[in-house]
Structures are given as structure tokens and as C-alpha cells.
């Protein structure tokens, strides 16, 4: 879904603009934070994590993305991001901060606060699980022609897991409270038409309890797989 997400942006925009500077702020890239300037990106991401740390679940299905950026000036922009599947989902919202580093070189400090949210209706009874999250990221950007580039590493601590089975509800106090670390590489490519097409590779670590919301795993170790995403800024 990704993949073709990603296609979808190349067929819908114009040919790459070689060289030309970004009339505005990308959605993942460290920027200049314009003020009232609003960038969104729709797309997809899929987890290759191996089905054995999930009782034998294939965990290979698409999440739908959305990422959305609005500059406040100074540097400064409000940012957001969605991922469901329905049985999984999660909405963050906080601030980013871009400053300059060396040349065109550029940082990026951010931090989202949101929830984590999971639902399943198919074992004969309601099961559902909530969680608060925080999410603190770091990371570089730099642009070479059409292209930005970015590496961003991220710490996603979550909890307390609050469980409905059924008619009960309790805490869940296992999982530790470092829930996920990931590091991104992302492209972003801009086009003639001020519009962009992103794809990037990930490297998860994650509990069972984050990324399937497991709500009694076996072990409360971190699980290491891929994610690939990508999708069209607009």
C-alpha cells in the first residue's frame, strides 16, 4: 500500500523540480516553520514484524497515515499524526522546532502527546485497550536537488495500558514504559506542482503490547522489524 501510495503521487503531480529550493515546508523535514502555512500528508506504512511474536498473526496488513504540519513562525510548527487499522490506532498532536545546523544542513526537535488505541469484537466479547503516549524525536534534513532528506530517530513511551474484557476492566502494569523506538530514513520529492511524494524505511523495536496490543504476552522484550512507508504531501 505504501509502494503504491507513493505512485499514486508521481502520477497525480508533475516531474521533479531539479535544484529549485521548496516554496514551503514539507511535512517531515526540518523546515522554517511559516507562519499559517499548513502542509498534509496522506499515505501508508506496513510492518514486516514476524508473525510468531504474535501467536501466529500475520501483522503484514497496510495502516492508513496522516501527518499534518502547521507553521507558527520562528522555526516553530504545530504538528499531528494519525495511523489506524481499526483494531490498532493511534493520534498524536505537539510542536516541532527546526533549526539550522551547518550549511544547509538542518535539525529538528519535536514532541507529541496522544493515545494509543486498540479494539477487537471477534473471541464472543468486547476487548479493548487505551493508553496515553509521549513521543520525543530528534533528527537531521538536508536537500539535494528535488530531494529532502531526513533521519529522524524516535521514543515512544506509553502507559498504563487501561483493558476492557468483556464487562472488566483493569491495568495492565507489564509492559515496560519505553513502548517502541524506530529511526526513519525519508525522501521527500518535490514536484512542479508545490505538491511532494515521500517513501521511507524504518527500524522498529517494539513490545507485543505496542504493536499488537497483546494484552498478556509472553515476554516483555522488544520485538526488531521493518516498516516501510510512503505516501503524497499536499
Known sequence: MAVVVALAGVLLGSPPVNGAPPPRDSVFAAGRGIESQVSVAVGGLVDAMDPRAAAGASLRVPQ???????????????????????????LDLGLS???PVFGELAGIAQFQAGAFVGMLGSFGFESRVIAPEFRPLVGLSWPSGSLRWSVRGELVFAGPYVT???DATSTLATPPPLANWNIALIMENLMKNDRLWYAGLVMMGST?????????????????YPRVVGGYEF
Do not use: M
Open 64 to 90: 492508513f497515515t496522516l501527518d499534518g504540519r502547521f507553521g507558527l513562525g520562528k522555526g516553530w510548527s504545530a504538528v499531528g499524526h494519525l495511523n489506524t487499522i481499526l483494531a490498532i490506532n493511534e
Open 164 to 166: 476492557t474484557l468483556g
Open 208 to 224: 507485543a503490547s505496542y504493536q499488537n496490543w497483546l494484552l498478556f504476552p509472553d515476554t516483555s522484550y522488544y520485538d526488531y
Open 97 to 99: 522546532w527546526s533549526f
